[in-house]
C-alpha cells in the first residue's frame, strides 16, 4: 500500500500542468486543516468506540476478540498496533487522516483515467471538502477508515484492470482490508469478481 500511495504522490507532484499539482496541493491543504481538527479537539469517540478499545486491549493481551468486536479484527488490530507503537488515541487519528489523504489522491487519479484531468480534480475536491466525512478521522470509529480503505479498493481494483501484475495482488489486500475492518467490505469481492469479468474478459472479447 506504501509503494502504490508513494507511486501516486510522484506522479501528481511531477505534474506538467496544473490539474496535478492543484491536486497534491488540495490534499496537502486537507491533511493541514485535519492537523489543525486533531490538535483543537483532540481525538474523539462515539457510541462503538468502547467496543474497538476494548478488543485492541484483548489483543494487546493476546486475547481472542469476542462478541461484536470478532466482526471487525481489522479495525481492533489497527487501534492494538498504535497502542502498541506509543501512537495511542492520536495514532490511530493520524493513520485515518493519512489514509483519507490517499484516498483523495486516488480518486482524482481514478476520476482522471476514466473522464479526464477536471473529472478528476473534481472528485478529489468533493472527498477532501466533504466536512460529515472530514470529521469522522478524529474519531476511534471504523467509518473514516472504511470509507478510504473502499475508495483506496475501487482504485485498485480499476489500476489491477488496466495493469494487472503486482496491482491485483494489491487490490486484493486493499479489499482484505476494507473486509476486517468491517464485515460489509467483504462485498467488494463480488465487486471486483464482476468487474474483472466485464473489463478483462468481456470487453477484449466485444472488440475482437
Known amino acids: 500500500m506504501r509503494g502504490a500511495v508513494s507511486s501516486l504522490v510522484v506522479r501528481c507532484g511531477n505534474a506538467k500542468n496544473g490539474h496535478r499539482a492543484a491536486a497534491v496541493t488540495l490534499v496537502?491543504?486537507?491533511?493541514?486543516?485535519?492537523?489543525?481538527?486533531?490538535?483543537?479537539?483532540?481525538v474523539r469517540?462515539?457510541?462503538?468506540?468502547?467496543?474497538?478499545?476494548g478488543g485492541a486491549d484483548r489483543l494487546i493481551r493476546g486475547q481472542d476478540l469476542e462478541g461484536k468486536a470478532a466482526a471487525y479484527p481489522g479495525y481492533a488490530a489497527l487501534v492494538a498496533a498504535s497502542a502498541g507503537l506509543g501512537g495511542g488515541k492520536a495514532g490511530v487519528a493520524a493513520i485515518q487522516i493519512a489514509l483519507a489523504a490517499a484516498a483523495t489522491l486516488a480518486l482524482y487519479d481514478l476520476g482522471r483515467s476514466?473522464?479526464?484531468?477536471?473529472?478528476?480534480?473534481?472528485?478529489?475536491?468533493?472527498?477532501?471538502?466533504?466536512?460529515?466525512?472530514?470529521?469522522?478521522?478524529?474519531?476511534?470509529?471504523?467509518d473514516a477508515a472504511y470509507t478510504s480503505l473502499v475508495v483506496l479498493a475501487a482504485w485498485t481494483i480499476h489500476k489491477s484492470g488496466e495493469r494487472r501484475g503486482a496491482w491485483v495482488l494489491l487490490a486484493a489486500l486493499t479489499v482484505a482490508a476494507a473486509g476486517l475492518v468491517r464485515p460489509t467490505g467483504w462485498v467488494l469481492i463480488a465487486c471486483a469478481g464482476?468487474?474483472?469479468?466485464?473489463v478483462v474478459i468481456a470487453r477484449p472479447w466485444m472488440r475482437g
Open 45 to 53: 469517540e462515539g457510541g462503538d468506540s468502547g467496543r474497538y478499545l
Open 28 to 42: 496537502l491543504v486537507f491533511l493541514g486543516v485535519n492537523a489543525a481538527l486533531l490538535g483543537w479537539g483532540g
Open 194 to 198: 464482476l468487474f474483472w469479468v466485464g
Open 114 to 142: 476514466l473522464q479526464g484531468k477536471w473529472t478528476g480534480l473534481l472528485a478529489a475536491a468533493l472527498h477532501a471538502g466533504n466536512p460529515d466525512a472530514m470529521r469522522w478521522n478524529v474519531y476511534i470509529l471504523t
